[in-house]
């Protein structure tokens, strides 16, 4: 199942019957709920001032998201690093820019606030104005390639390593690669162990890490976890990457090309 790395994409993956619809799906967000419980244990000190769980108050678009295309067992898992503060931190949905989740993927539900609200970064849910770059080009590749979001999510599934936005008291987003040693391990454990059972629960042949960090930690999480998973990367289409800005599509798309994942989307 998971413990041939070089098997041929295309290729059924192997999962037992009984684990399909909505029973995959009901126990892919169970895992996620008792992650969440997990991190409730963690506590972070300075720089982090804020935490913002998508995956507590933005469950509602979470759970249509998962519900909607993971329901079967995927080749592929694109693995995001964390919540963006325009992106999944409005909608729950990894790379989750307001006007791809609502108008492409059509999901739904209420978003109410978290515990604790920066004062210059209010969710707003799907009525969020503001666009995040990444989310749009990552989705936006995806929407020119593929007839329809099914076309993708037959065989691919996205997903974030880590569920958790960080920010200062000045509302700077802050990575958990910028977190304190001490605090970043505990936090790195969790959701390592959160991946490798994502990975087991949709039999994924290939994780693809969209950016270094996501690709590192995946190939730790995997090898710690004993999952002989074929672990890629694809550049991340962050504004802030200056080659990013210099044609991100067509970059992604020649890797993908490359990875043979393509088929798997245009098939």
């Not at 790379?95 to 978290?114: A, C, N, T, Y």
């Not at 599934?157 to 040693?181: E, I, R, W, Y």
Request: glycine share 8%; charged share 20%; hydrophobic share 40%.
């Amino acid at each position: 199942m998971m413990e041939q790395p070089d098997a041929p994409l295309g290729a059924t993956p192997v999962a037992p019957a009984f684990v399909q619809g909505d029973v995959l799906a009901t126990q892919f967000l169970q895992a996620e709920l008792e992650q969440n419980v997990r991190l409730r244990e963690l506590s972070f000190l300075d720089p982090i001032c804020y935490v913002y769980n998508p995956l507590e108050y933005a469950w509602e678009p979470h759970e249509d998201y998962v519900r909607r295309y993971c329901r079967s067992p995927k080749e592929v898992l694109f693995l995001g690093m964390n919540p963006g503060p325009f992106g999944m931190a409005q909608t729950g949905v990894p790379f989750g820019e307001v006007r791809h989740v609502r108008d492409w993927l059509q999901i739904r539900g209420q978003v109410s606030k978290p515990a604790q609200e920066h004062p210059k970064r209010p969710v707003l849910g799907l009525e969020c104005p503001q666009t995040e770059v990444s989310g749009a080009r990552f989705w936006g590749l995806f929407r020119s390639l593929c007839p329809g979001p099914e076309a993708f999510f037959r065989r691919c599934f996205v997903h974030n390593h880590c569920p958790l936005l960080f920010m200062s008291q000045s509302g700077k987003n802050l990575t958990p690669a910028d977190l304190p040693a001490a605090q970043r391990e505990r936090l790195l454990q969790v959701c390592d162990d959160g991946l490798a059972q994502a990975v087991r629960l949709l039999s994924v042949a290939m994780v693809i890490g969209v950016g270094r960090f996501a690709e590192q930690r995946a190939r730790k999480a995997l090898a710690s976890a004993g999952l002989q998973v074929r672990v890629e990367g694809l550049m991340h289409p962050s504004p802030r990457n200056p080659q990013a800005n210099r044609g991100w599509e067509a970059i992604a798309k020649a890797r993908l090309e490359e990875l043979h994942v393509l088929p798997l989307l245009t098939g």
